[in-house]
């Protein structure tokens, strides 16, 4: 009878743990900080000619606060993921572009939160004016401004627990949409993009 009654009783924990539900993740994600700018301006000029340019430096600067708010604890990805907007000649703001990425991994106790600090890289755009001027009876004038470079457009957070989604929060809620999420779906290495263009090899002189 006792031998009857361990054999069930194996039986029983078994089923029990085949019954119990998997982990799930309860998670939030709050920001502060925001986009931080540096200018930074010149001006020449003479009898006959005058010009002036005025650079914006522009980075994010972010304090990100990860708080496991289920019971238990769990390993996270937190990745980033930032937007510029090119500039045409004449100012105008082109659509989002990704330029940056990056992630990490926490590690948090069932009701635990942490801080994680996150700056960007460097985008800068200029702004070019020039003006000259002629006396004497053909005398005329002309001016020209163009204005180059990028501005930041946005940022989009993502937190994962076991490749899935738990958490995210955005500068901008059209980012949370599921079409741009999707646009975000490919693996995340720790590589920042750099604009900067690959360098040529050297041309062999011709003998």
């Known amino acids: 009878m006792k031998t009857r009654w361990f054999v069930v009783g194996i039986v029983g924990l078994a089923l029990a743990a085949a019954a119990a539900p998997g982990k799930r993740y309860a998670a939030r994600i709050s920001v502060q900080g925001d986009l931080e700018k540096d200018r930074d301006s ?10 002036s340019s005025k650079t914006e430096t522009q980075y994010y600067d972010l304090k990100v606060t990860v708080a496991n708010t289920g019971k238990y604890d769990g390993t ?18 082109g659509d989002p572009v990704l330029c940056e990425k990056d992630k990490t991994s926490l590690t948090l106790g069932g009701m635990q939160r942490t801080e994680h600090l996150i700056t960007s890289g460097s985008l800068s755009w200029t702004e070019s004016k020039s003006s000259k001027s002629s006396s004497g009876k053909n005398s005329n004038s002309s001016a020209k401004k163009s204005i180059s470079g990028a501005v930041y457009g946005g940022y989009v957070l993502l937190l994962r627990a076991d490749g899935e989604i738990v958490a995210k929060n955005a500068s901008d809620r059209k980012f949370l949409s599921d079409e741009w999420i999707a646009m975000l779906q490919a693996p995340v290495k720790k590589t920042v993009a750099s604009n900067t263009a690959k360098k040529r090899k050297p041309r062999k002189k011709k003998k």
């Open 42 to 51: 010149s001006k020449t000029e003479s009898a006959k000619s005058n010009s």
């Open 76 to 93: 996270f990805d937190l990745e980033w993921y930032f937007f510029k907007r090119p500039l045409d000649a004449k100012g105008k703001k």
